[in-house]
């Protein structure tokens, strides 16, 4: 009997001591594919996409107004002469595989940098994964920046709002962990890690320093979840002693709302885990205009990524010439200024300003009666003309460089 | 919408029907860039500017014709022309303004610059080598393909044959270790396979190419060629939609020359590459029609693929410009000049096509000048 047993025990554990380590190997769960690495992750280094001051750099159009705004970046572009070659690739959204967004991955890490609309996964299989969710933690996309700048030109209910949102990009409340636990009970994690607060504390802080910013408010709720946004509140003022030359105080979320719609010139840098931050760009952009003005930049340690602001696919204004196409040219705006390309940058933020600022050429989200060609066509004729005006000159890394070597 | 049209070659729109479609035509068909030539390209007031070396040679009479055609086209582009050469040193503008105008400008436009065989300073890098290094045009890409209407033994050709330019064979180490023997030695560094490899495959990526083939000679030199051919095979790992192949560069000669047209994307060290250019220029038409360009992170300069001063044609009015003229529209699209660049290119292939005005190397009677005037005439 109790040789049988012994059997049985070693027959288990010879079991389970194989099966383990084989299926972490043979299927990825969700879990798997988003936190290989919980912290940041090792990278070997890609020769950069760059050849001869051209950069090739990833295009994913995603769904809904998506394809149209790039085809107008594509546009702009053209007419700029920007030394920019696209790499397409479209991703399915009713696919059950993660084929396609694999691919979409290794693009990106090809050329290090890409431009997207809204990914939409449409399958309801809770093992496909939120392609967007997906991509910012396989890339490590630690940080998410929106530059909430009023437009003088638009009606808007706040003016001369000038705020920098820098938010946690890749755990929190999105890290994906929820299982029922018992029938009708759903347990859904936040994760927080110290590591990943600081990384992020400390892109706010020099951030600041950069670009000459005086204050950073972190936004939290850790009077209720004492441990996890206490930890980000924590380290957030760990950091912020190392910065005496900066300002730092803390607000809580529900607070932060309020005094957003209310009084937001308060506000300078904004520094927030995922979730928070999701809301609080909601909120400002709302102030501002509504979802197609502000531009997003993620950034990684190796890769950025640019994309609109607010993350909405705008399925329903899809195809019928009525989508703003401002936030995808800003976000563009961003990548050229991202790659260094300062005069071409400028030459397209130009363009983009004085239409909506001087033009007063308005889609029908901004109040205006304008289709989203007209909006395009009169960027691009200042950018004919200002590209005529100014002499496209190099970068200045290329000046200085043989001054180097 | 009748500018569109009238932009696409003869060749696309009548194939012969006797012909099979080969899979390399089907390409050119689908992804040939002339295809998707937009009308209303925006031609911008302020003139680009481009470095020019006229070379050794025939090199100042090629470029000649370019700017000929240039003027003709009304190209929005100027020249900082600088005589830089190696066998005419008295005369040649020193290397480092040179680097600099181009490290400025960002494009250039070369003629090919002689280098004699034996070193008279003792120095061991020709200054072409010079050039290359200093600027870091790490990777030489030559474009090989069937020019319309040339009658040759293999027809349809389209390849492109990228090459690793600044170490391998190239880099100019060698010495006499005892009296008698002279060791040259050939570097293989994984960075540099590594930063070539992914230029193969991110230029196959932007232009449609389905195949990448690394050409070595990793079975004798197993450490060096091993280093480059594992490198490619690394590299290749993220391309998943590009097939990857590998061909040692002795059977891949013998290839090319029997069934060329199995080969779309090269990827070769240094030496392999220069041979495989001039190997399947020759294929082609030889050095006069083949445009080649050289390219860093930074800047490019465009050349002729397979490098003939062809010094005893000076002054003969017989050179074929065709390689510098497609060089010349290559650096147009390069710097979102599409329009004048598709101009030159449609304007040669239709001279070419209708046969009637052609060099002496194609097997025409034409002087340059006639040609170039052709040209002139047929660019609409």
């Given at each position: 009997?109790?040789?049988?047993?012994?059997?049985?025990?070693?027959?288990?554990?010879?079991?389970?001591?194989?099966?383990?380590?084989?299926?972490?190997v043979a299927a990825l769960s969700a879990y798997d594919v988003q936190h290989k690495h919980p912290f940041a992750?090792?990278?070997?280094?890609?020769?950069?996409?760059?050849?001869?001051?051209?950069?090739?750099?990833?295009?994913?159009?995603?769904?809904?107004?998506?394809?149209?705004?790039?085809?107008?970046?594509?546009?702009?572009?053209?007419?700029?002469?920007?030394?920019?070659?696209?790499?397409?690739?479209?991703?399915?959204?009713?696919?059950?595989?993660?084929?396609?967004?694999?691919?979409?991955?290794?693009?990106?890490?090809?050329?290090?940098?890409?431009?997207?609309?809204?990914?939409?996964?449409?399958?309801?299989?809770?093992?496909?994964?939120?392609?967007?969710?997906?991509?910012?933690?396989?890339?490590?996309?630690?940080?998410?920046?929106?530059?909430?700048?009023?437009?003088?030109?638009?009606?808007?209910?706040?003016?001369?709002?000038?705020?920098?949102?820098?938010?946690?990009?890749?755990?929190?409340?999105?890290?994906?962990?929820?299982?029922?636990?018992?029938?009708?009970?759903?347990?859904?994690?936040?994760?927080?890690?110290?590591?990943?607060?600081?990384?992020?504390?400390?892109?706010?802080?020099?951030?600041?320093?950069?670009?000459?910013?005086?204050?950073?408010?972190?936004?939290?709720?850790?009077?209720?979840?004492?441990?996890?946004?206490?930890?980000?509140?924590?380290?957030?003022?760990?950091?912020?002693?190392?910065?005496?030359?900066?300002?730092?105080?803390?607000?809580?979320?529900?607070?932060?709302?309020?005094?957003?719609?209310?009084?937001?010139?308060?506000?300078?840098?904004?520094?927030?885990?995922?979730?928070?931050?999701?809301?609080?760009?909601?909120?400002?952009?709302?102030?501002?205009?509504?979802?197609?003005?502000?531009?997003?930049?993620?950034?990684?340690?190796?890769?950025?990524?640019?994309?609109?602001?607010?993350?909405?696919?705008?399925?329903?204004?899809?195809?019928?010439?009525?989508?703003?196409?401002?936030?995808?040219?800003?976000?563009?705006?961003?990548?050229?200024?991202?790659?260094?390309?300062?005069?071409?940058?400028?030459?397209?933020?130009?363009?983009?300003?004085?239409?909506?600022?001087?033009?007063?050429?308005?889609?029908?989200?901004?109040?205006?009666?304008?289709?989203?060609?007209?909006?395009?066509?009169?960027?691009?004729?200042?950018?004919?003309?200002?590209?005529?005006?100014?002499?496209?000159?190099?970068?200045?890394?290329?000046?200085?460089?043989?001054?180097?070597? | 919408?009748?500018?569109?049209?009238?932009?696409?070659?003869?060749?696309?729109?009548?194939?012969?029907?006797?012909?099979?479609?080969?899979?390399?035509?089907?390409?050119?068909?689908?992804?040939?860039?002339?295809?998707?030539?937009?009308?209303?390209?925006?031609?911008?007031?302020?003139?680009?500017?481009?470095?020019?070396?006229?070379?050794?040679?025939?090199?100042?009479?090629?470029?000649?014709?370019?700017?000929?055609?240039?003027?003709?086209?009304?190209?929005?582009?100027?020249?900082?022309?600088?005589?830089?050469?190696?066998?005419?040193?008295?005369?040649?503008?020193?290397?480092?303004?040179?680097?600099?105008?181009?490290?400025?400008?960002?494009?250039?436009?070369?003629?090919?610059?002689?280098?004699?065989d034996y070193s008279h300073t003792g120095e061991l890098e020709?200054?072409?080598?010079?050039?290359?290094?200093?600027?870091?045009?790490?990777?030489?890409?030559?474009?090989?393909?069937?020019?319309?209407?040339?009658?040759?033994?293999?027809?349809?050709?389209?390849?492109?044959?990228?090459?690793?330019?600044?170490?391998?064979?190239?880099?100019?180490?060698?010495?006499?270790?005892?009296?008698?023997?002279?060791?040259?030695?050939?570097?293989?560094?994984?960075?540099?396979?590594?930063?070539?490899?992914?230029?193969?495959?991110?230029?196959?990526?932007?232009?449609?190419?389905?195949?990448?083939?690394?050409?070595?000679?990793?079975?004798?030199?197993?450490?060096?060629?091993?280093?480059?051919?594992?490198?490619?095979?690394?590299?290749?790992?993220?391309?998943?939609?590009?097939?990857?192949?590998?061909?040692?560069?002795?059977?891949?000669?013998?290839?090319?020359?029997?069934?060329?047209?199995?080969?779309?994307?090269?990827?070769?060290?240094?030496?392999?590459?220069?041979?495989?250019?001039?190997?399947?220029?020759?294929?082609?038409?030889?050095?006069?029609?083949?445009?080649?360009?050289?390219?860093?992170?930074?800047?490019?300069?465009?050349?002729?693929?397979?490098?003939?001063?062809?010094?005893?044609?000076?002054?003969?009015?017989?050179?074929?410009?065709?390689?510098?003229?497609?060089?010349?529209?290559?650096?147009?699209?390069?710097?979102?000049?599409?329009?004048?660049?598709?101009?030159?290119?449609?304007?040669?292939?239709?001279?070419?096509?209708?046969?009637?005005?052609?060099?002496?190397?194609?097997?025409?009677?034409?002087?340059?000048?006639?040609?170039?005037?052709?040209?002139?005439?047929?660019?609409?």
């Amino acid at each position: 009997m109790a040789g049988t047993l012994c059997a049985r025990l070693n027959k288990l554990s010879s079991f389970s001591g194989i099966t383990v380590p084989a299926r972490k190997v043979a299927a990825l769960s969700a879990y798997d594919v988003q936190h290989k690495h919980p912290f940041a992750k090792k990278v070997t280094p890609i020769p950069k996409a760059k050849y001869g001051g051209r950069h090739a750099v990833t295009m994913l159009p995603g769904g809904g107004i998506g394809p149209e705004l790039m085809g107008y970046v594509k546009e702009v572009f053209r007419y700029g002469g920007v030394p920019v070659d696209f790499e397409t690739v479209q991703i399915d959204p009713k696919s059950d595989s993660n084929e396609d967004l694999e691919y979409a991955i290794t693009s990106i890490r090809r050329n290090g940098v890409a431009i997207k609309g809204n990914i939409e996964t449409k399958s309801l299989d809770t093992d496909v994964i939120s392609r967007n969710v997906a991509l910012r933690n396989e890339l490590d996309l630690f940080v998410n920046v929106v530059h909430c700048q009023s437009c003088p030109g638009i009606k808007a209910r706040q003016k001369d709002i000038d705020i920098i949102i820098i938010r946690q990009n890749t755990e929190g409340e999105y890290a994906m962990l929820e299982h029922e636990s018992v029938h009708g009970v759903v347990e859904s994690m936040k994760v927080v890690t110290e590591e990943n607060s600081e990384r992020l504390a400390r892109y706010a802080f020099d951030y600041c320093r950069l670009h000459g910013r005086k204050k950073v408010t972190t936004v939290h709720k850790a009077n209720i979840m004492k441990l996890s946004d206490g930890l980000f509140l924590e380290v957030s003022k760990r950091v912020a002693k190392e910065y005496p030359d900066i300002q730092h105080d803390a607000m809580i979320i529900d607070n932060t709302c309020m005094q957003l719609v209310a009084n937001p010139h308060q506000f300078d840098v904004m520094l927030t885990t995922n979730l928070y931050g999701s809301i609080v760009s909601n909120v400002i952009c709302g102030l501002l205009g509504g979802a197609g003005l502000l531009s997003g930049r993620n950034y990684g340690d190796h890769y950025a990524v640019f994309e609109p602001g607010t993350r909405n696919t705008g399925t329903a204004i899809a195809g019928k010439n009525i989508a703003n196409p401002i936030a995808m040219l800003n976000a563009s705006v961003d990548m050229l200024e991202h790659l260094g390309h300062d005069s071409h940058a400028e030459v397209i933020r130009t363009a983009i300003n004085k239409t909506i600022s001087e033009d007063h050429i308005h889609t029908p989200d901004l109040g205006g009666q304008a289709t989203s060609i007209d909006v395009v066509q009169n960027i691009i004729k200042h950018v004919q003309a200002l590209s005529k005006k100014c002499q496209i000159v190099a970068p200045p890394h290329l000046m200085s460089r043989h001054d180097t070597t | 919408m009748a500018h569109l049209t009238r932009a696409i070659p003869n060749i696309f729109l009548k194939v012969p029907l006797n012909t099979t479609v080969t899979g390399v035509l089907k390409r050119t068909l689908s992804c040939s860039p002339t295809l998707s030539i937009q009308a209303p390209v925006s031609r911008p007031e302020n003139h680009t500017k481009c470095t020019l070396i006229p070379g050794d040679g025939v090199g100042p009479e090629l470029v000649h014709c370019v700017l000929e055609v240039f003027k003709a086209a009304q190209v929005p582009v100027e020249f900082e022309t600088f005589f830089l050469s190696e066998v005419n040193q008295a005369m040649s503008a020193p290397l480092e303004e040179v680097e600099e105008s181009i490290n400025r400008n960002g494009i250039c436009l070369k003629g090919v610059l002689a280098t004699p065989d034996y070193s008279h300073t003792g120095e061991l890098e020709t200054l072409n080598m010079k050039l290359r290094r200093n600027l870091d045009l790490y990777a030489n890409v030559v474009h090989v393909k069937s020019l319309p209407g040339v009658k040759l033994r293999h027809q349809n050709i389209d390849c492109v044959i990228i090459r690793e330019m600044t170490e391998g064979e190239y880099s100019a180490l060698e010495h006499e270790s005892v009296k008698g023997v002279v060791e040259c030695l050939k570097i293989v560094t994984k960075r540099k396979s590594q930063r070539i490899a992914k230029f193969a495959f991110d230029y196959a990526t932007k232009n449609n190419r389905k195949k990448v083939t690394a050409v070595h000679k990793a079975n004798i030199m197993k450490l060096g060629d091993g280093l480059f051919l594992n490198s490619c095979k690394e590299i290749a790992k993220l391309y998943p939609k590009i097939e990857f192949e590998q061909i040692i560069v002795d059977n891949c000669t013998m290839q090319i020359v029997s069934n060329p047209q199995q080969f779309d994307v090269m990827v070769t060290p240094n030496l392999y590459g220069n041979i495989l250019d001039n190997l399947s220029s020759g294929l082609v038409g030889g050095a006069g029609v083949v445009a080649g360009a050289s390219y860093s992170s930074e800047c490019v300069v465009f050349e002729p693929g397979a490098r003939h001063t062809y010094a005893e044609a000076v002054g003969k009015n017989v050179a074929n410009p065709t390689a510098m003229l497609l060089a010349s529209a290559k650096m147009l699209s390069h710097i979102n000049l599409q329009y004048y660049g598709d101009l030159i290119r449609n304007a040669v292939n239709r001279v070419l096509k209708a046969g009637k005005v052609r060099t002496k190397d194609l097997g025409g009677q034409a002087t340059t000048q006639e040609y170039i005037f052709a040209i002139i005439s047929n660019l609409r």
